[in-house]
């Protein structure tokens, strides 16, 4: 049983900044790709930022030069740092890994963290 466990989230004002994290804990062996998700009521999930295991790294147009994903192996986090949000930005926010559980398994699994809340407004 693995689990994810976001934190952070919250109100800013604009062109401020905030930090999400995700903490993944239980079964596992190694952690592949990682990523950042939003949603905002009637839109599609949309992936905002991505993180390979081996270093690349994904940015939605909307977020490129303002947001940044980083990964912490050793301690089964990922991160993202938002600067100069906007109020567009304001949507729940889920994390989102792809974990092996097995050193014998070809294929891993996927997991999501609960969901935060991030609402830009003055």
């Known amino acids: 049983q693995v689990q994810l466990v976001e934190s952070g989230g919250g109100l800013v004002q604009p062109r401020g900044s905030l930090r999400l994290s995700c903490v993944a804990s239980?079964?596992?062996?190694?952690?592949?790709?990682v990523g950042w998700y939003r949603q905002t009521p009637g839109k599609e999930r949309e992936l905002v930022a991505g993180y390979t295991s081996g270093g690349n790294t994904y940015y939605a147009d909307s977020v490129k030069g303002r947001y940044t994903i980083s990964r912490d192996n050793a301690k089964n986090t990922v991160y993202l740092q938002m600067n100069n949000l906007k109020p567009e930005d304001t949507a729940v926010y889920y994390c989102?890994?792809?974990?092996?559980?097995?050193?014998?398994?070809?294929?891993?699994?996927?997991?999501w963290g609960q969901g935060t809340q991030v609402t830009v407004s003055s």
């Open positions: 989102n890994a792809h974990i092996f559980i097995s050193p014998y398994y070809v294929s891993s699994t996927n997991y």
């Open positions: 239980g079964n596992i062996y190694r952690i592949r790709d």
